[in-house]
């Protein structure tokens, strides 16, 4: 679960660096971020609720701080909106509890 919240924490870095600079230094700079962050994911304990939870919280984040895309805006002269991104999230980390609390149950049988 903890590695969406890390990916999404990787895109920010990534797509803000890329900005300034060549795209070496913002893969570079991204994955440190990814490093950094699924560091401090594996010093967290917390249960399942509040961790899914804060990584939703973590991801809402990124998003929101995430530059927008200027030249697709341009192009179509519409607003791009986020929402579609945060239900594909949603749906990949519950499926991602659901699918580790049944092997975890497989697992203690």
């Known amino acids: 679960m903890s590695g969406s919240a890390?990916?999404?924490v990787f895109c920010v870095i990534?797509?803000?660096v890329a900005r300034r600079s060549r795209w070496p230094a913002a893969l570079?700079?991204?994955?440190l971020g990814f490093l950094g962050m699924t560091l401090i994911w594996k010093q967290i304990t917390l249960p399942v609720l509040p961790l899914y939870l804060l990584i939703l919280a973590v991801?809402?984040?990124a998003l929101r701080v995430a530059p927008r895309p200027q030249a697709a805006q341009a192009v179509v002269g519409a607003t791009v909106?986020?929402?579609p991104l945060c239900l594909v999230y949603t749906l990949a980390s519950l499926a991602a509890m659901l699918i580790n609390g049944a092997l975890f149950n497989l697992a203690r049988r």
């Open 6 to 8: 890390s990916a999404s």
């Open 14 to 16: 990534y797509a803000h």
């Open 28 to 31: 570079a700079l991204g994955l």
């Open 59 to 61: 991801i809402g984040i």
């Open 81 to 83: 909106t986020v929402w």
